[in-house]
């Protein structure tokens, strides 16, 4: 075989520890089954910890609010509940709104967003958390029943949409729109939902103006805050008194521990969709890209899962960037102006977070005479759902012990390109579409361990389809030398429960 392109994760304590305890591992998946996600909750107190610090850093005020959607389990939420008071929770759900309430967030620490049915809007504004406004439909919804049920005055923040951006450098003049998005108000529509605003004063309180753009781009976020000042200006202008700029997530996640493994991974990807190289996925699968006549064409349709920073890091360099249009940086900006910061980061908050385990059922070869592996797993594509959000990452194979036999192993040394399948009779489910590489060929019995699956990637398309196990969900927490864990559900940030031991 030619040399193994791997894409090994980036790891950190404590989910590096926990991955290199295999017989702890295999001893869960042996009781609980395959697949089976382990959380680790008190990474996620840390990771909103970082965030602050950034805050701090540049002397700003205001909250993290996790954005729920990115797990859904119950150990994550409470141990933030147990955190910092300036750590909160986005929901977008009745579901995630009432989880959050009884995992200890209070209202003041929640803000619900996305679109809202009416039994969503009316427990926010019953409890009092803080409504992250879609469109001037859901004011003039919100104000509604607020009057109709004498529901308490309620904050709410403006989502705006349609901001304007350079096109470029050096075309001054030429102004373009951020990336369309179904959400929020668009810009140039202010004038009209700030009247409306005026309109329901009785009924609400205006309390900041808030954004989410789902890129990593820093010139486009950059252009939207410093518009988001603007707007905050002519809302004072008008005698209302907001004081918060909620610049919403997408600070992102490095996947992929080293640079040069990326590199040349997609160089090679790149190779193989022009036949200049043996194939690298399966059935000729391109990411995107595709070969016309010899020319490569299309754009990768992938997650850019090395980073060179990201989160937290990734907002210490938004706060330091220059605005657009002033110049200054937009820590700057919105000290000057008094304003607090808000942010909801959902995949960079649950970085570091968790793994999902999967027993190896079965090794076959492909039947393509490559030397290729197909390799059965007892879990499907909705199970670790990475590759569908277009992350690329290797899973790390941690052998059952005891470990066999040296000379049994003897035929299996080696790196080996392996195809991952599901347990689904589905042609299309697969763990992933690329070959993937393996220090050694994996065994039935084995597990494959996919690690920082805790942001998207382990309950959010999960499905049951053809009845197949639901992955359990445990949580795990660090007990000196050794580990405590228990179900997800039973986990409380208090020692005796798989919480905090001291
Ligand atoms: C999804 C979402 C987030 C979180 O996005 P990440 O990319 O996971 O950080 C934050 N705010 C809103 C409104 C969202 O819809």
Redesign the pocket.
């Known amino acids: 075989m030619r040399v193994p392109l791997y894409l090994q994760p980036r790891l950190e304590p404590p989910l590096s520890s926990l991955l290199a305890d295999a017989p702890f591992l295999h001893s869960l998946a042996d009781a609980l089954g395959s697949p089976l996600n382990l959380l680790l909750p008190d990474r996620i107190a840390e990771n909103a910890d970082r965030f602050r610090g950034v805050y701090r850093a540049h002397r700003l005020s205001g909250r993290v609010y996790f ?1 729920h ?2 797990n859904r389990s119950g150990s994550l939420v409470r141990r933030l509940a147990a955190a910092d008071a300036a750590t909160g929770i ?1 929901v ?1 759900s009745l579901g995630e709104l009432r989880h959050a309430l009884a995992s200890g967030l209070t209202p003041d620490r929640i803000m619900a ?2 679109p809202k049915d009416p039994e969503f809007l009316w427990l926010a504004a019953r409890t009092g958390a803080t409504v ?1 406004l879609d469109s001037p439909t859901e004011l003039g919804q919100l104000a509604d029943l607020i009057r109709k049920y004498t529901l308490p005055r309620t904050d709410v923040l403006l ?1 705006l949409s349609a901001f304007e951006t350079a096109t470029g450098p050096g075309v001054s003049g030429v102004r373009a729109l951020s990336r369309p998005s179904r ?1 929020g108000s668009p810009l140039r529509e202010t004038g009209a939902v700030l009247d409306a605003v005026e309109r329901h004063r009785d009924a609400v309180r205006l309390t900041g103006v ?1 954004y ?1 753009l ?1 890129t990593t781009g820093l010139a486009e976020k950059a252009a939207a805050l410093e518009q988001c000042v603007a707007v905050m200006d002519e809302c004072r202008a008008r005698g209302l008194d907001p004081r918060v700029i909620d610049i ?5 996640v490095g996947y992929v521990a080293e640079a040069g493994q990326w590199e040349r991974y997609t160089t090679e990807l790149a190779n193989a969709v022009l036949g200049t190289r043996p194939a690298l996925t399966w059935r000729g699968h391109g990411y995107g890209l595709r070969n016309e006549g010899g020319t490569l064409r299309g754009s990768l349709a992938l997650y850019p899962a090395h980073r060179p920073t990201a989160g937290p890091g990734y907002l210490g360099e938004l706060l330091s960037h220059p605005a657009p249009a002033s110049g200054r940086p937009l820590a700057t900006l919105l000290l000057e102006h008094l304003y607090d910061l808000v942010c ?7 970085d570091q977070c968790g793994l999902s385990l999967a027993r190896v059922t079965d090794v076959r070869p492909t039947g393509h005479d490559s030397g290729d592996l197909l390799v059965r797993l007892g879990m499907n594509a909705g199970d670790m759902s990475l590759e569908e959000h277009g992350v690329l990452v290797d899973p790390i194979l941690l052998s059952r012990p005891p470990a066999v036999d040296p000379m049994e192993r003897a035929g299996d040394d080696g790196p080996v390109g392996v195809y991952l399948a599901g347990n689904l009779c589905l042609e299309a489910d697969l763990i992933t579409r690329r070959k993937v590489f393996l220090p050694r060929r994996p065994r039935p019995g084995d597990l494959l361990a996919f690690a920082n699956t805790a ?2 990637a382990m309950d959010f398309r999960a499905h049951r389809a053809q009845r197949q196990p639901a992955a359990r969900t445990v949580a795990v927490t660090r007990d000196g030398a050794s580990w405590r864990w228990c179900p997800d559900e039973d986990y409380w940030p208090i020692t005796g429960t798989g919480g905090p031991t001291s």
């Open positions: 954005a959607k990115a986005d977008a967003t996305g992250n989502r959400f808030a989410h789902d919403g997530g997408g600070f992102g909801e980061p959902g995949r960079a908050l649950a942001g998207y």
